[in-house]
């Protein structure tokens, strides 16, 4: 299948589609620092420099086609919680007005293959609640944690598309859980401390710390996490390049320059194992495949642009007895560490 990624930053939803074997066409964006990459990260595929929305600029796109599958992730700033405090009303309505135009150039489009990115907030599950009931079938729409299909990160986004294709994702056999040790070993990466932190405290005021044994906490677009000892004492802030693994960005994909660029680039993006699975289960429904059987399983990834081959949907996420085994000790060792300072600090574990 060929891939349109409007609101295409970073290219976050790009490379999870090159990752499950589909071809990126178009990547258009308002903003040239992020687009200016996406082109040098997928050579042969054309950027457009372009203010989307109601307002925004007429762009000629690929006509509707079974083949084609189109992707929007219409800016959540104005609309995440994660900003704290109460959003100003003009904001969070410029938001929605956005996701609403997204919707509607696809249904209007008549587009087959679809998906819309955007954070879970009460608004944005309304409005999709309104389409689902105006468009039944055309519509559908859930939260959905990259974590399930094998991100190394907690990380809840509201997901639209076709019913149809909702329900292959919720249909979908969840991957195995990946750490962020995991995940730094498969990029041959030794983890700089045993724990990590965000910039929350847990209601008695300790910070908030997990074990590199665990999925971090979600990579923010404002800043990085934190790397740090069991008791939350500061290691140092995680790099841009360190947010971008955990993102499943491979490591020859290219980020701004400058460190609060590049973590506002990172942290903006889709996951690639979200974007990877929701491209496998598009894939699968265009293809009439039989219902594959698990996520593509971690790898090491240096992934070459554009070169990856179509994953073998029906092959399961297989490891070796001793990865299992070394997996399950980890864990145990995970869990006596929380149960031991639990009752040293008499603090909950986060």
Not at 70 to 94: F, I, Q
Not at 170 to 192: G, I, K, N, T, Y
Not at 234 to 258: C, N, Y
């Amino acid at each position: 299948m060929q891939v349109v990624d409007l609101f295409c930053g970073l290219g976050g939803f790009s490379a999870g589609a090159i990752e499950a074997g589909a071809e990126v066409i178009l990547g258009v964006d308002h903003d040239s620092v992020p687009l200016k990459l996406w082109a040098a990260n997928i050579p042969g595929a054309r950027a457009k420099l372009a203010k989307l929305g109601s307002d925004g600029t007429q762009i000629d796109l690929p006509p509707a086609s079974p083949s084609l599958h189109v992707h929007t992730s219409p800016p959540c700033t104005d609309l995440s919680l994660a900003r704290g405090g109460k959003l100003p009303e003009a904001d969070v309505e410029a938001g929605i007005q956005m996701i609403r135009w997204a919707l509607d150039l696809v249904l209007e489009r008549g587009d087959k293959s679809w998906s819309l990115e955007n954070v879970s907030t009460p608004k944005t599950r309304q409005v999709l609640t309104e389409y689902a009931a105006r468009f039944p079938g055309l519509v559908g729409w859930t939260t959905l944690d990259a974590a399930e299909f094998g991100a190394a990160q907690t990380r809840i986004r509201l997901i639209a598309t076709p019913l149809r294709l909702i329900e292959v994702l919720q249909e979908m056999p969840s991957a195995r859980r990946v750490s962020v040790r995991d995940m730094f070993a498969s990029r041959a990466l030794e983890v700089p401390a045993t724990h990590f932190k965000n910039q929350t405290r847990n209601r008695n005021g300790f910070p908030c710390v997990r074990s590199v044994e665990e999925q971090s906490f979600t990579v923010c677009a404002s800043h990085a996490l934190t790397w740090c000892d069991r008791d939350g004492k500061t290691h140092k802030v995680m790099t841009a390049r360190e947010s971008a693994i955990l993102m499943g960005f491979g490591d020859q994909w290219r980020l701004p320059q400058g460190c609060r660029t590049a973590q506002k680039a990172v942290g903006n993006a889709l996951c690639t194992a979200m974007s990877r699975s929701i491209m496998q289960a598009a894939m699968h429904l265009h293809a009439g495949t039989p219902v594959f059987s698990t996520p593509t399983p971690l790898t090491a990834r240096g992934m070459t642009p554009q070169a990856s081959t179509v994953p073998d949907l029906l092959k399961a996420d297989e490891q070796s007895s001793e990865e299992v085994l070394d997996n399950r000790l980890r864990t145990i060792e995970s869990l006596i560490r929380g149960l031991h300072e639990a009752g040293a600090s008499a603090a909950p574990i986060v």
